[in-house]
């Protein structure tokens, strides 16, 4: 007389309603991002925060790619507003003195 429950033996996995298998591959969205992010950064920007939301519910490799879009796409913004402030502060500096008689 042994009591099963005292020495339980490993189950093999079910495979039930509750397990999806995980996908092997890449998130193409995010890949897409990526490369965009880099031509056009507010198309990589949208793209991968649909990528990651799309990984996020499928389970789908890509999240780094995705990730960096995002920044890369921001980082791009952000020194595209810095260099179109410079330019004009340098306009603006150029008519200033452009008016002087010398």
Do not use: C, W
Not at 15 to 41: D, H, K
Not at 50 to 70: H, N
Request: without cysteine.
């Amino acid at each position: 007389m042994s009591d099963p429950n005292l020495n339980p033996q490993p189950q093999p996995p079910q495979y039930g309603v509750y397990q999806q298998p995980q996908a092997a591959g890449y998130n193409t969205m995010s890949i897409v991002a990526f490369i965009l992010a880099f031509f056009v950064s507010i198309v990589g920007i949208i793209l991968g925060f649909v990528a990651l939301s799309q990984i996020k519910r499928t389970g789908e490799q890509g999240r780094g790619l995705a990730l960096a879009a995002v920044i890369i796409g921001f980082v791009e913004v952000v020194i595209g507003i810095l260099i179109f402030i410079f330019v004009l502060i340098a306009i603006a500096i150029a008519a200033s003195h452009g008016n002087r008689a010398y």
